[in-house]
């Protein structure tokens, strides 16, 4: 078991061969450029990390990618799903 307030979700039965998936539907996303995010089936929420990869702008993007799957539209500052952008982040 895990330590008392860790974050996450255990990949053993998927390992073991137990699971294809965890059924959470996400996925981390890191790229070369210091950004992190996270995606669901529908929607994308990303920030930007600085150098020594402290948070630099947790307000980065937000795209419903049902509506906008090519990702033109930032949602960020539109108050739109802001529960969800709120949950994501």
Do not use: M, W
């Not at 974050?7 to 390992?15: N, P, R, T, V």
């Not at 994308?44 to 033109?72: K, N, S």
Request: glycine share 12%; with cysteine; proline share 2%.
């Amino acid at each position: 078991s895990a330590p008392a307030g860790i974050q996450g979700q255990s990949l053993l039965s998927i390992l073991e061969g137990k699971r294809d998936t965890v059924g959470t539907g996400l996925a981390f996303i890191e790229t070369d450029r210091g950004q992190i995010g996270v995606r669901t089936r529908t929607h994308l929420y990303g920030i930007q990390l600085t150098g020594d990869r402290r948070v630099a702008d947790d307000a980065g993007c937000f795209y419903d990618l049902r509506e906008d799957p090519y990702e033109q539209r930032n949602l960020i500052d539109s108050g739109q799903q802001a529960d969800l952008a709120d949950t994501l982040r």
